[in-house]
């Protein structure tokens, strides 16, 4: 199979360091141009990743007939206009998430996408993951019984007022840059959707961003909580919690690329981690296996596994977090 061409958009700092390399370890992709509004600075990326092209406008890498996908890790207001813009021009597009601001407007891709015939996806590195994988399926085999409980914590700490996930305008704050996380895992661990969500948001009073948000999604067959926040100690945390077991996720969002990652599975339910068993897995770089596999898709033109309709389902529950925080209730998803 020929490697897919991409162009990478902009030289934001999770495209540079974490995405593109980890895109160019890939079998199926081959990174050929990467573009910024400072032509200096793409040339930079460009140089220092072996990347052939640098562009001073996305409007250049759009127009090079070459490129057939572009990774689009932006700030998240121009997730949604400048994926509209790619896709407009033939580039199937992977959207780092949020895909969107709200679920309407990302509901607008999925008329774009039938439009042009190009692949979206939203960039949820995690569902790629063979530890994820795993879990789902040890849920799905019954190993745990009845799921009912999926419960999660997401923290970092940022205090950077220049930071794009500081400024509350164009997208900022916990719950859009890390508590979509939770919310995406919990729906792809109980294979359904919430049908209504309360948050706690607490917003720090200088950046007006969301630096702390506790939340409950009732699904129909359990419920999901989590608490994010970008203004604690780092830590990351899963248990998927059944009537006959558990499993716990160790570091479930930011999986080392670089050493084995590892899930507790526990049926006896001692206390702590006594009857708990460890199934390990080899070292994998998530980003990796997503640029593959959606290379893959479009080389194969097999149908995405997460396309943009799951992306807008995810919105939908965001959407209602931020509406309960504001109303202090349980929102219908």
């Known amino acids: ?116 015939g190009v692949r979206i996806e939203e960039a949820f590195m995690v569902r790629h993951h063979p530890q994820w994988r795993r879990a789902r399926e040890i849920v799905r085999e019954g190993l745990i019984g009845e799921l009912r409980a999926f419960q999660a914590f997401f923290s970092y700490m940022n205090l950077d007022p220049e930071n794009i996930r500081n400024k509350a305008d164009i997208g900022g704050g916990g719950i859009y840059d890390i508590g979509c996380y939770p919310t995406v895992t919990a729906r792809f661990i109980f294979g359904d959707e919430p049908t209504r969500a309360v948050a706690l948001i607490e917003r720090d009073p200088d950046l007006k961003t969301d630096r702390l948000a506790s939340a409950i999604l009732d699904f129909p067959k359990g419920h999901a909580t989590f608490t994010c926040s970008t203004q604690l100690l780092p830590f990351q945390r899963v248990e998927i919690l059944g009537t006959k077991g558990r499993i716990e996720v160790r570091i479930p969002y930011n999986a080392p690329p670089d050493a084995p ?36 898709g479009i080389r194969n033109g097999t149908p995405p596994e997460f396309p943009v309709e799951d992306a807008v389902k995810n919105m939908r529950v965001i959407d209602a977090l931020f509406r309960s925080g504001e109303s202090g209730g349980w929102e219908q998803v």
Not at 39 to 56: H, T
């Open 1 to 116: 199979m020929d490697p897919v061409k991409w162009g990478i958009i902009s030289t934001a700092k999770i495209g540079r360091e974490k995405v593109t390399p980890a895109m160019q370890q890939g079998n199926a992709v081959q990174i050929e141009a990467i573009a910024s509004r400072d032509l200096d600075a793409a040339r930079k990326v460009a140089n220092d990743l072996g990347i052939p092209k640098a562009y001073g406008s996305y409007e250049e890498l759009f127009n090079d007939p070459e490129i057939e996908a572009v990774y689009n890790p932006l700030p998240n207001h121009l997730h949604v206009p400048v994926t509209i813009q790619a896709a407009e021009a033939g580039k199937h597009v992977l959207c780092e998430k949020p895909i969107a601001l709200t679920a309407d407007e990302a509901a607008r891709l999925i008329e774009v996408r039938d439009r042009t």
């Open 261 to 296: 990652c590892r899930i507790l599975v526990d049926t006896q339910g001692a206390l702590g981690d006594a009857s708990a068993e460890p199934q390990d897995f080899s070292v994998v770089n998530q980003y990796t296996l997503q640029g593959e596999a959606f290379s893959e």
